[in-house]
């Protein structure tokens, strides 16, 4: 018989179920999520990492192509420069020349360029009689080169600095080789700067060999029309021109600006290796795989394409940080698949204390790179008021924050440049993005010229905000480019205006004349002897007695008045007020008395005199070229009549003169 002990039995046909499956779903389901999100997010951080590449790639090929030709334009303004000289000239010396150019600083303002020189137009038919002429000048064994019979030559007779290198190319003929000539026929035709295509410089030698291009503005003689292709041709006198080593030419330029990326540069619109004239890591291997951005650019009649693509060592670093965010993520991820089974507080806790830290971190590399900038960066607060303003923009403007801090960006501008800064800030709060030159007061620096570039920041409504913009200081370009147009105006002795600034004035002066009815004066002033003092204390002496006679000069002048150097000893007044012949003669003797008192030179004592021709327009002739020739013609008239003498332009007298 059965106590009732035994245990109950199961059903037929019933399965027991398991406690674990009902917790099996839920977590399955989770790692799922997880994964997934995972996988999209690392879809959408390498799609983000490829665009923010290809942006910077674009940014440093669009700034490098600023760079580039900003360098070639201040460049064609030297030779704008060096042309004049020859414009204001009837004849350049080599002395002249090698004191014109050491006077640009080349080598210390605008490194990179190899020299500037003039190379001289020969027809077939004055070959050997310019030769010769260069023989008796003292080059015993000149001959233009290389040797052979063409329709026409040139020569290159002037190259400063004259070392080692530009040695070789004295007396090089360009116009042989086909590359160089057609540049050169390009200026001469166009009559603007040229620049040729990729050649190998005269003064490569067998070591280090670079490529290289040249750099050509034609010069014409003075007094010959040039309004046509072909009175340019008949009208040409030579050309200046610079010649650059690709490689000394683009560190000159670029600097230290190609951290991590490699600039290849093609002359032509195509990439193809046989037009690579430069190429900053030629020793890099070919990767067909790496990110890149391409761009063309005009470089004085010529197309040079920039390829830049970033480097190997740059790409390895971005690939380390490929790993290390996969690593990051695949801890995340099982990081939340285990916080899962503690709860969604611990969850969401987590979350936070990640985001606070990435915060922080990104709030810390921001400050330092905002700080440790070398460029100033400011930001402006709703109502336009500046609220930051970084150090670099302190010592830049040297001034405290707490000094800009509060202002308007008018109020930060020199007095000059308010309305400019005034412009830029309502551009902005009206949400557009900016890019101009301002000048801004800096207190003990004075004037600072900036290039701002700036963008507005926008609201939840999207609506601006405010706006920030980065400063950089470009005053030291602009004072560059202020003294080349100074040199190309004055003469660099004496500082006085040359013969192209004079011509100007008195054009301006002919204006005003003919329009009110007016007269005025012109004198041509002649130094008697000085080619003696030359000759006796040497041209030291002779070139402290040329600024001590300008200086005694203009201090018989009035500040209306214009003294220019007309060229040696020579000198050209213009009175534009003064009326009358006998008005301007007072004013001759003044300067011819103040000229006769001796001059205390380092060398010893010298005595000159001057000679004077006065012209009164509009009487004597109403244009520049018969007003001045008639001055010339009246000058030479008194020193016929002994030197140290004043003569005014007499039609019946001196017309056969």
Known sequence: MS??????????????KSPVGAH???????????????????????????????????FITRDLGQRIEQRMQAYCQILRGARALFDASDEVTEQDWRRYTSALSLQTDFPGIQGVGFALYIPAGQLEVHQASMRRAGYADYVVRPPSVRDEYSSIVFLEPMDWRNQRAFAFDMMS???????????RDSGEPA???????????????????LLYLPSYHPGMATDTVEQRRAALRGWVYSPFRMKDLMRGTL????????????????????RLIFDSHDGDPVRFDAPSHTQSIGMEGRRWRLLVEQREEAASDIDLWYTELALVGLFGALALTLATGLGNA??????????????????????????????GILSLDEQGRIEFVNPGLQRMLTRSASDIEGLSLDELAAANGRHAAASMAAALMAGESVRMELTLDGRARGEVTVLASGVSRSNEAGQAAGAIIVMADISDRKADEARIAWLA????????????????????????????????????????????????????????????????????????????????????????????VDAARAVAE????????????????????????????????????????????????????????????NASAMDER
């Not at 106590?3 to 027991?16: I, K, L, N, R, T």
């Not at 080789?177 to 200026?187: D, I, L």
């Not at 004198?523 to 003092?533: E, R, S, T």
């Open 255 to 274: 600097g230290d600006h190609l951290d991590g990326v490699r600039l290849r540069i093609f002359d032509g619109e195509e990439a193809r290796p046989e």
């Open 195 to 213: 620049l040729s295509g990729r050649v190998v410089l005269v003064q490569e030698t067998e070591h280090d060999i670079q490529s290289g291009v």
């Open 590 to 649: 003044k300067i011819r008395a103040r000229l006769g008192e001796p001059f205390l030179t380092r060398d010893g004592t010298a005595h000159i005199s001057a000679s004077v021709g006065i012209t009164l327009c509009p009487d004597d002739g109403d244009d520049v070229d018969t007003l001045v020739g008639r001055a010339d013609c009246a000058m030479y008239a008194a020193k016929a009549d002994g030197r140290n003498t004043i003569a005014v332009w």
């Open 346 to 375: 611990r969850l969401n806790n987590a979350r936070l204390a990640e985001l606070g830290a990435s915060l922080a971190a990104s709030n810390r590399l921001y400050s330092t790179l905002v700080n440790l900038s070398g460029e």
């Open 24 to 58: 099996v779903h839920p977590l399955l389901l989770a790692a799922v999520l997880v994964l997934a999100g995972c996988l999209v997010a690392w879809f959408m951080v390498g799609k983000r990492h490829h665009e923010r590449t290809q942006e910077r790639l674009q």
């Open 177 to 187: 080789e086909p590359v160089r000539r057609e540049a050169m026929h390009r200026a």
């Open 489 to 580: 105006t004055h003469d660099g002795l004496t500082g006085l205006p040359n013969r192209a600034l004079l011509a100007d004035r008195l054009n301006r002066t002919l204006v005003t004349a003919r329009r009110y009815g007016r007269s005025f004066c012109l004198m041509f002033i002649d130094l008697d002897h000085f080619k003696a003092v030359n000759d006796r204390l040497g041209h030291g002496a002779g070139d402290a007695l040329l600024v001590e006679a300008t200086r005694r000069m203009q201090g018989c002048l009035r500040a209306a008045d214009t003294l220019a150097r007309y060229g040696g000893d020579e000198f050209v007044a213009l009175l534009p007020e003064t009326r009358s």
């Open 3 to 16: 106590d009732g002990s035994h245990p109950p039995q199961a059903p037929a046909g019933s399965v027991e």
